[in-house]
């Protein structure tokens, strides 16, 4: 059975809408770009459609490749105290002369609706209410919206990236599941996939998990996403292992639209946290 | 073999001792308590002690027990923009009418030498260097002072607290290790535990852990301590263990040292963070 992210995506998206259409002062997302990356375009123009379609607040700030760092500091720090401002998002890759670390922890953290900074991820791991990283955020809440209760279950994450492994991991303790993480290091690695309730994978190798490496009724979540000669392509191989699973997430139409719904999620949630 | 963490306590606070004896300024510790808990009362004489061995300057601040909030957020405040104070250390438990989650927080993370403060615990889920919790950053410690490697290896963590269980998972994480995190929701514990290379155990449940849960030549961390009619112990039963792993640490004597060694080592790693 098929997780369908861009069905569920679609509702969350609604629900959203339908709760700001109730508020006389919409919240407003900034997005910070500098220089003109041809992926960050994309990905800023599906940010800027989602706002418009709930109905925030948009602003796109375009600096110049050769934007210094205390310049790009002072536009944050003044976003920050902006009032009308709910989030700031700093659109990656950075230039390789500015220190994305820096720019990230800049963000005051009731603003940083990708859920990136120290703090933000600290709060979860203290399991308090924060804006939560996109991308394992949706991963959670597609699991519930289709009722999947990883409570006691046994989760396998393959990858320990900030951006997924690391906060995923957080989050599914948090729901008290039986967490363990693997990466590149991991020894046997299949002795501990074939073990998991629940596998999620994140490392960006297409169609590295194959259906010697799942348990029966495994429920398999492909946070990969790659583009091969083949066209798109994620970390499972989907083909082989459809037929073993109870539920996958298809790539695409998985995993991603999520990520852009949670960021729908995350921008309301830091207005309430700054109105209450 | 015994991992002998008063052995490795009092290598440190030498090593530590050494280093002080030649710095013009001497970093400086301040310890609040607010009431008169007795167990405080020893753990707070042990902290001056340790600095009194070191070298380290060392303040009490003791507060009624009816503090109100507003006075202690009104001295950390003071005592992050003190210069002249290199660690801020609030004993824990705090009297039930002051929430401790604000207070430990309110403390400047470069000051904060429990390693508490959500900035602190995000840094290190970030792998960048910052004051990281004394209990699972002595583990890590003592594992390296016997030369044991924890990369590749599997580690399994019995126990999910913000003290220990959640910031040793990420340290170990760090280091390369595969990691679980087990916990009372989990299923089929001794699965798990028995496939441990390196088992950690953070649960207060005397001797919980029994030799038919433990492979052949593990290494077992015992990171509990309770007080029992037959004298204080930990959650492993080390004598039903003891024949059969390859490396243990014994209760007293093992991880409990290491907190208060480390607690001297962040005390001077926060004063060269903040005179670099």
Redesign the interface.
Same mark, same amino acid.
């Given at each position: 059975m098929i997780l369908d992210g861009k069905k569920i995506k679609n509702q969350i998206l609604d629900e959203l809408k339908d709760e700001v259409n109730n508020l006389t002062i919409k919240p407003k997302l900034v997005v910070i770009q500098v220089g003109n990356n041809e992926a960050s375009n994309v990905y800023i123009k599906q940010k800027n459609n989602m706002c418009n379609y709930i109905g925030y607040n948009f602003e796109h700030f375009k600096l110049d490749e050769d934007t210094n760092i205390d310049n790009l500091l002072e536009l944050i720090y003044k976003l920050n105290n902006d009032d009308s401002v709910n989030g700031i998002l700093v659109q990656l890759p950075l230039p390789k002369h500015i220190d994305s670390?820096k720019i990230i922890n800049a963000i005051s953290p009731v603003k940083d609706v990708d859920g990136l *900074?120290? +703090?933000?991820?600290?709060?979860l791991?203290?399991k308090?209410d924060s804006l939560y990283s996109c991308t394992p955020y949706g991963v959670m809440e597609l699991l519930d919206r289709y009722d999947i209760d990883v409570?006691?279950k046994?989760v396998v994450i393959v990858g320990?990236s900030?951006l997924v492994g690391?906060?995923m991991?957080?989050m599914m303790?948090n729901k008290?599941? *039986?967490? +363990?993480?693997?990466?590149s290091?991991?020894?046997n690695l299949t002795e501990?996939t074939k073990k998991a309730d629940i596998l999620i994978v994140a490392i960006g190798k297409p169609n590295f998990i194959t259906t010697d490496m799942i348990r029966e009724d495994a429920i398999v979540i492909d946070v990969g996403i790659s583009r091969t000669e083949l066209g798109l392509c994620g970390d499972v191989d989907f083909d082989s292992v459809k037929d073993k699973v109870k539920y996958i997430t298809p790539v695409p139409g998985g995993v991603g639209p999520m990520t852009v719904a949670m960021l729908g999620k995350n921008i309301l949630k830091a207005y309430k946290l700054q109105n209450k």
């Amino acid at each position: 059975m098929i997780l369908d992210g861009k069905k569920i995506k679609n509702q969350i998206l609604d629900e959203l809408k339908d709760e700001v259409n109730n508020l006389t002062i919409k919240p407003k997302l900034v997005v910070i770009q500098v220089g003109n990356n041809e992926a960050s375009n994309v990905y800023i123009k599906q940010k800027n459609n989602m706002c418009n379609y709930i109905g925030y607040n948009f602003e796109h700030f375009k600096l110049d490749e050769d934007t210094n760092i205390d310049n790009l500091l002072e536009l944050i720090y003044k976003l920050n105290n902006d009032d009308s401002v709910n989030g700031i998002l700093v659109q990656l890759p950075l230039p390789k002369h500015i220190d994305s670390n820096k720019i990230i922890n800049a963000i005051s953290p009731v603003k940083d609706v990708d859920g990136l *900074t120290d +703090t933000n991820i600290g709060m979860l791991c203290h399991k308090k209410d924060s804006l939560y990283s996109c991308t394992p955020y949706g991963v959670m809440e597609l699991l519930d919206r289709y009722d999947i209760d990883v409570s006691e279950k046994n989760v396998v994450i393959v990858g320990r990236s900030d951006l997924v492994g690391k906060p995923m991991s957080m989050m599914m303790l948090n729901k008290d599941a *039986t967490v +363990t993480i693997c990466h590149s290091k991991t020894n046997n690695l299949t002795e501990f996939t074939k073990k998991a309730d629940i596998l999620i994978v994140a490392i960006g190798k297409p169609n590295f998990i194959t259906t010697d490496m799942i348990r029966e009724d495994a429920i398999v979540i492909d946070v990969g996403i790659s583009r091969t000669e083949l066209g798109l392509c994620g970390d499972v191989d989907f083909d082989s292992v459809k037929d073993k699973v109870k539920y996958i997430t298809p790539v695409p139409g998985g995993v991603g639209p999520m990520t852009v719904a949670m960021l729908g999620k995350n921008i309301l949630k830091a207005y309430k946290l700054q109105n209450k």
